[in-house]
């Protein structure tokens, strides 16, 4: 089923929605998009788009009187949507029940948003800060942003935290580093192989990335910087980068379908700092 340009849609069931997400994305081979619960026939009363489907979120949705949601990773704690291991555990239980017991479809959207030109959480995160027009190159794993007059590390930290609403962010380097070129890689895109040959071959300053193993790419910057050379890391935690992507694809929702209600619904950060 291909949308035209209507303005309204009714009785849209929930292979209404993938089918429109769907279109035009070529998947990989085993993509972990799939519809994780309830049916593809439900007729769709409302969507919530999240970007983790926590037990907050599904009481949100039932709150409003949403039965599909659309959310960037697993509920179930594990990125192939594994419950066998989880059976007999009080915690996948209780939500389970919860979300059967409502009619809660839920589908992951990981691969797809990925997909899109540009890739659809990266480019969320960079509208997010303002820096549309400093992207001076994108590859599949990260976009780079030039500031030709430079940027320190210190005022980028406080940009971030402000136009994310974060309390914190972890960084590695000299705060008063002066950046002009900076590379952002979202989710879990933070370790070496990604980050070091952008520090090597695009001459990057700063590295700002969700999350990545802590002895890999921190490591490396440690020792750059002990060696003189200005570099330095960023990491803002792997919902906070890519929060904003599922938040920008609810817009696109939205203003398609704009006789279904389409809300996200933003969950607290998992970890405080005490």
């Not at 800060?129 to 320190?152: C, H, K, M, P």
């Not at 700002?208 to 910057?221: D, L, N, V």
Request: aromatic share 10%; with cysteine; hydrophobic share 40%.
């Amino acid at each position: 089923m291909k949308f035209k340009d209507l303005t309204e849609f009714k009785n849209l069931k929930v292979q209404d929605i993938i089918h429109h997400l769907r279109h035009g994305v070529t998947l990989p081979e085993h993509t972990v998009d799939q519809l994780i619960t309830g049916s593809m026939d439900q007729v769709v009363t409302g969507i919530v788009i999240a970007f983790m489907p926590t037990q907050y979120v599904i009481e949100q949705a039932v709150q409003l009187g949403a039965n599909l949601i659309i959310a960037h990773e697993s509920p179930f704690y594990n990125h192939h949507s594994a419950t066998d291991w989880l059976e007999n555990d009080p915690i996948y239980t209780y939500k389970r029940n919860l979300i059967d017991r409502k009619g809660i479809a839920i589908f992951r959207c990981h691969d797809i948003i990925h997909r899109f030109e540009p890739d659809g959480i990266t480019d969320g995160l960079i509208q997010s800060l303002g820096w549309n027009t400093y992207v001076s190159q994108r590859t599949a794993e990260a976009d780079v942003i030039t500031f030709a007059e430079g940027v320190s590390v210190r005022s980028i930290t406080e940009k971030l935290k402000e136009q994310l609403g974060l309390e914190y962010v972890r960084f590695a380097g000299d705060m008063e580093t002066v950046c002009r070129r900076v590379a952002v890689l979202v989710g879990f895109r933070g370790n070496g192989n990604n980050t070091i040959p952008l520090v090597q071959n695009e001459q990057v300053d700063l590295i700002i990335a969700g999350e990545g193993f802590e002895w890999e790419t921190p490591e490396y910057i440690r020792d750059a910087v002990q060696q003189g050379h200005s570099k330095a890391l960023i990491m803002i935690g792997h919902a906070e980068s890519e929060s904003p992507g599922m938040e920008f694809l609810t817009h696109r929702l939205a203003e398609f379908f704009r006789g279904i209600p389409v809300r996200y619904v933003k969950e607290q950060p998992v970890f405080r700092v005490l």
